[in-house]
């Protein structure tokens, strides 16, 4: 591989996504030393069931992918921006959309079903599951350390600002803790995780709210925000001493562990268990409070090995393997893009 410079270019003022595209593909190309660009990968978050592998990214694409903003309200609409605005800028680049969904797809009926009328399951109201590029690249690193024991029953903790859980079998999806959008499953930084329907129809005829207002509340007020009211960022609330700090924490570690019992029953059991994500490979208080919370399901974590967040934290003799390993999407979209682009 080339050998990318160290010198970064100059910091600028850019208010503009093409503008800062079109300075940094120029700065990329001037640069000594670097191959040029022949594509460009993007992170979609949804995909719908149409899209179920990496995608070329035709206008006809990219206008069906808007009918997903409002399943992904907090991400949609930033992809879309990016692919658009390198578009206007270099409409001869193939642009390949990459998208979170797609690692679910290959989920059994049950593990998708709403109990809904099934005219609804028609239009596309069911469980998609989100993080797919990060399950996918855990899913593969996990194989290269840990061989076959990666292709048994594991459960892979996605936690950063954005929350959740998936079971897998033989590197595979088979249940996750997202469903139709990405607001559901664990307690997020600002988002509510699963609520009771009927909350909302509370809301509603108590507080007249409408849909704009609820979506404001359930992704940007809610979570480890709401709880707290001091703060969405894990390190600031595990600095805190407030009790509601403590209590936001607890409520996050309790939501993981009893997701990791549900994971594990749609295993059949658990022989792995993963932490990814800047909260999940930093904040060793966390996991030592899920691990200790799901002891049950045989996982003896070594104290000592997590304070260090060394790679494997599990205590010889554990039932379950506990790992905490970096997930790197990029480089799961950078894969993709290469071989929809050049074949490779």
Known sequence: PPTVPTTA?????????QAALRDLLDWLEKTPGLPAVVAAGHRVVHGGEEYSDPQLLTPETVTRLEHFIPLAPLHQPHNLAGIRALRAVRPDLPQVGCFDTAF???QPELAKLFALPHTYREEGVRRYGFHGLSYEYIAGALAEIAGTSATGRVVVAHLGNGASMCAMRDGQSVASTMGFTAVEGLPMGTRTGSLDPGVLIYLIERHGMGAKDLTNLLYKQSGLLGLSGISND?????????????LAVDYFCYRIARELGSLAAALNGLDA???TGGIGEHAAAVREQVCTRSGWLGIEMDPAANAESRRRIDRSGSRVAVWVLPTNEELII???TRQLVLGK
């Open 234 to 246: 894990m390190r600031e609330l595990l600095a805190s001493s407030d009790p509601s700090a403590k």
């Open 273 to 275: 268990l993963v932490f």
């Open 9 to 17: 270019p100059r910091a600028t003022a850019i208010y503009d996504h």
């Open 104 to 106: 679910h797809y290959v």
């Open 334 to 336: 950078a894969r993709h």
